[in-house]
């Protein structure tokens, strides 16, 4: 209530054109006061000059009225202006264009504080006082401000609503209950909004569970990012020092190598300087004594020739030229021959590495919805298309390789490779030279009788005939024998006979992680040849081989091809 004393306090001393408080306050003959320059403005306004009005009441005055300062009023406006008292509410006490108006005000609306669901009317918080002290508005239900309030109203008979028809799904009013809604299944609103509001407190319930589960899953995204960013900064940390030691160690032995050759340099460079030294010093001794015999030569005198002769030095030792070996300029190229061996052989190491490594990181995977499902259509699989190519150093010695080392031959004859510890000695096998890891899909062209598609791990045995090197006869590598008309597949030594449309191209794909490995038919559809799942311990490498289940019946001219996929 001294609230509301205040707010009345307030438009009293207001000017209703300016709407603040009193400022040079003129009262006109009607009474209402008005600040001067408001009055004044107002006025010059006026379209007809003779006749002048009260912008509140309406009433006109003839001639225009004298003005003069209310001197009470304006220190009274003082007065209320030390006590800090607002002359008219603030401007977000107004109603705005999104706000809901209270009915009641007449000048500038002020914004409702609560809306009356009986009233259907929405009242300011002056206008609002009666609901609270009048006993029969006591009983009304107030609600928060409310646009909606003509909704509450039957548009047909203009009667509250307060049934609802199950049976339409509506609210009505008591006379559509009489009328087209008669022998409808009809509640009271109130009942209806009961039922309702217990399915709202179930749905409530599951989303606050949902809320809580997906919180949940965040915190564990959150930890996951946490784990992730660590061992992600931790891996380039240690890849960093690694990386680092062997460009250390790269520098020691570019150094070694430097010192070495220098120091030879310089070794070689003072024998041959030492030697050159003798040499011109002999040159030397040699001209001094040409030069007296010659001087000799010219003497007359016979006996003084004679006399003479016998007192000449012998001569030093010679030193012989073929005691000179003179190298070829190609001292130190066997040494530029070496370095450039061990750069070549680390950059194959780097490169079937590499695959790996980049493979491996892009395996990353720890989404809570689990891996990506494994491809349908061909289109899907050359999205994990690998360029792989085949090693010289593991091809079994009567297989002749491409120039881009991707399609294998049989010859009839043993080929000039040179010995290695990867090459197979026995079985008619090659390998890829890229190491396989996560998704992998690559394509294999067959030429005459077959060949046999594999995948290995690297540690699969080479030397020998025994099954240990055999593509399939050994739990290290799985194979699928393409021959003639026949599929065949083997694994540790046992064999599944395949059934499907026999095809010059057979498509393999490779989910390392899921440990999946399927071999395709490829024509104009992709054919399901079979399927492994298992788990890889280890990267895979791709082989071809032509050893059959009948053994050697493979001819010359069989080949395999590893496609170039686009």
């Not at 010093?281 to 007296?292: F, G, N, V, Y």
Request: charged share 25%; glycine share 4%; with cysteine.
């Amino acid at each position: 209530m001294a609230q509301t004393g205040v707010q009345l306090d307030r438009e009293a001393f207001s000017c209703s054109i300016c709407l603040d408080l009193l400022k040079d306050p003129v009262t006109v003959p009607c009474g209402h006061s008005y600040c001067m320059n408001c009055i004044k403005s107002h006025w010059d306004k006026e379209e007809k000059k003779t006749i002048y009005s009260c912008p509140q009441c309406r009433q006109t005055f003839t001639p225009r009225p004298v003005l003069r300062k209310n001197t009470m009023l304006a220190d009274l406006v003082e007065e209320l202006k030390k006590t800090g008292l607002q002359a008219a509410p603030a401007d977000h006490c107004y109603a705005g264009p999104e706000d809901v108006a209270c009915d009641v005000c007449t000048e500038r609306k002020l914004k409702a504080c609560k809306s009356c669901l009986q009233c259907l009317a929405s009242y300011c918080e002056k206008h609002l006082q009666p609901h609270f002290e009048a006993a029969p508005l006591k009983k009304h239900k107030l609600v928060e401000p409310s646009k909606k309030l003509q909704e509450n109203v039957c548009s047909r008979h203009n009667e509250e609503m307060k049934v609802f028809c199950r049976t339409d799904q509506q609210s009505i009013c008591l006379l559509c209950l009489m009328d087209e809604h008669k022998g409808h299944d009809t509640v009271s609103a109130a009942a209806e909004r009961s039922e309702k509001q217990r399915e709202l407190e179930v749905s409530r319930q599951n989303i606050q569970q949902r809320i809580q589960d997906r919180e949940k899953d965040v915190k564990l995204l959150q930890q996951e990012m946490e784990a992730i960013n660590g061992s992600a900064d931790k891996t380039v940390g240690n890849s960093e020092k690694i990386f680092t030691e062997l460009i250390r160690l790269m520098e020691k032995r570019r150094s070694d190598v430097k010192q070495q050759v220098r120091s030879q340099q310089q070794a070689e460079v003072s024998r041959v300087r030492a030697l050159q030294e003798k040499l011109e010093q002999e040159i030397t001794e040699l001209k001094r004594r040409d030069a007296e015999l010659e001087k000799l030569s010219h003497t007359e005198d016979h006996n003084q020739f004679l006399h003479d002769y016998p007192s000449l030095s012998p001569l030093s030792e010679s030193t012989h030229s073929s005691s000179i070996k003179i190298c070829p300029l190609r001292s130190f190229e066997d040494v530029t021959a070496a370095v450039s061996e061990v750069r070549d052989k680390l950059q194959d190491v780097l490169r079937e590495k590499w695959t790996n490594i980049s493979q491996t990181v892009t395996e990353v995977d720890v989404l809570l919805s689990g891996p990506e499902p494994e491809p349908k259509t061909r289109a899907e699989f050359l999205k994990y298309s690998c360029d792989i190519t085949l090693d010289p150093n593991t091809a079994y010695t009567q297989l002749l390789l491409s120039d881009e080392n991707r399609q294998v031959t049989v010859m009839s004859k043993h080929q000039s490779y040179s010995s290695h510890p990867d090459r197979f000695t026995y079985w008619c096998q090659v390998l890829s030279k890229e190491s396989l890891m996560g998704r992998c899909y690559w394509e294999v062209k067959l030429g005459g009788k077959g060949a046999c598609v594999a995948v290995t791990y690297k540690n699969i045995s080479r030397a020998g005939g025994s099954y240990e090197c055999w593509f399939g006869r050994n739990d290290k590598s799985w194979v699928l024998d393409c021959y003639n008309n026949s599929y065949n597949f083997c694994y540790n030594n046992v064999t599944t006979r395949v059934s499907g449309p026999r095809s010059s191209r057979v498509g393999v794909y490779l989910d390392h992680r899921a440990g999946i490995l399927s071999f395709y038919s490829i024509s104009e559809t992709m054919t399901l040849l079979h399927r492994v799942q298992t788990t890889f311990t280890q990267p895979l490498h791709a082989g071809l081989g032509f050893n059959w289940f009948n053994w050697f019946n493979w001819s010359p001219g069989d080949s395999a091809e590893l496609c170039k996929l686009k």
